[in-house]
C-alpha cells in the first residue's frame, strides 16, 4: 500500500517568513496530493490539493509543487502570518483508493 | 465540510461500555470515511464506505464496527475489543474530483475518553 513521509514534524518560522512542508510518497500511481490544516481541536481543513497532471498551483500565500518522477510533493507558505500556525498534514491516494497521510507539521509562527 | 456533522463533541465511557458515534452528512456525497486521531500519528482510517449498505475495513479496524444504512448517516461503534479507544475520533465524506482523487470533507470530530 501507499506510504507517506513528511518533514519536519515541527517548523518555527518568524511572521513574514516563508515556509516550506515536504512529503514524500511510495506508490507511483498516486495521482492525488491534498493538504490539509488543522487547528487545535478542530477539524482538518482542506487548503489546497493537486492532480497529478499538473507540477505546480497556488492560491494566494499558498503553493503546492509535485514532482512526479522524484515522487515527493512540497507545500510553501509565503508571508506567513501568526493564523497560520496549525498542524499540516499531506496526503496521498490513487484514483478510486482512500488517503493515507503523513504524520503532520506542527507550524509555528512568531509575531 | 459545514454540511458533516458528529455528535457528541465529547463523550466519556468506562472500560468495557460499547459506544457509538454519530456522523451525518447533507452532501449527498456516496463515499464516507472514520479516522481516528492520536497525537502525533497524523490520521489512521478505519472504516470507510463507498456505498450504502457496504464498507470496508481500513488500517485500524480491530475493535470497531460501521453500519451504513442510509447514504447520509455512518454511525461508528466502538467496542469493548478495542484495547485503546481514548483518541479524537474524525468523520469524513468525499466527492469524486475531476481527474482522479476524492476531495475529502471532515466533521467537527468527537473527543471520546474511557477511563
Known amino acids: 500500500g501507499e506510504n507517506v513521509e513528511q518533514h519536519p514534524s515541527t517548523l518555527s518560522v518568524q511572521e513574514g517568513d516563508s515556509a516550506v512542508i515536504k512529503c514524500t510518497y511510495s506508490?507511483?500511481?498516486?495521482?492525488?496530493f491534498p493538504w490539509y490544516k488543522q487547528e487545535l481541536g478542530k477539524r482538518p481543513q482542506l487548503i489546497i490539493d493537486?492532480?497529478?497532471?499538473?507540477g505546480e498551483k497556488k492560491d494566494q500565500r499558498i503553493a503546492v509543487t509535485l514532482n512526479k518522477t522524484a515522487k515527493h510533493f512540497s507545500l510553501h507558505i509565503t508571508e506567513t502570518q501568526p493564523e497560520d500556525s496549525a498542524v499540516y498534514f499531506c496526503a496521498a491516494s490513487r484514483r478510486y483508493s482512500t488517503l493515507t497521510f503523513g504524520k503532520g507539521t506542527m507550524l509555528l509562527v512568531s509575531p | 465540510d459545514g454540511g458533516i456533522t458528529q455528535s457528541p463533541k465529547y463523550l466519556f465511557r468506562k472500560e468495557g461500555q460499547n459506544v457509538t458515534l454519530s456522523c451525518e452528512q447533507n452532501l449527498n456525497h456516496d463515499a464516507m470515511y472514520w479516522y481516528r486521531q492520536d497525537p502525533g500519528q497524523g490520521l489512521r482510517l478505519i472504516y470507510y464506505s463507498q456505498i450504502v449498505n457496504d464498507f470496508q475495513k481500513g488500517d485500524i479496524a480491530e475493535g470497531y464496527s460501521v453500519s451504513r444504512e442510509k447514504k447520509e448517516s455512518f454511525p461508528l461503534t466502538v467496542t469493548s475489543a478495542q484495547k485503546n479507544p481514548t483518541a479524537f475520533y474524525l468523520c469524513?465524506?468525499?466527492?469524486?474530483?475531476?481527474?482522479?482523487?476524492?476531495?475529502?470533507?471532515f466533521g467537527p470530530g468527537t473527543r471520546l475518553t474511557v477511563t
Open positions: 469524513a465524506s468525499s466527492t469524486p474530483g475531476t481527474g482522479g482523487g476524492d476531495e475529502q470533507y
Open positions: 506508490d507511483s500511481a498516486s495521482n492525488y
Open positions: 493537486i492532480r497529478s497532471n499538473v
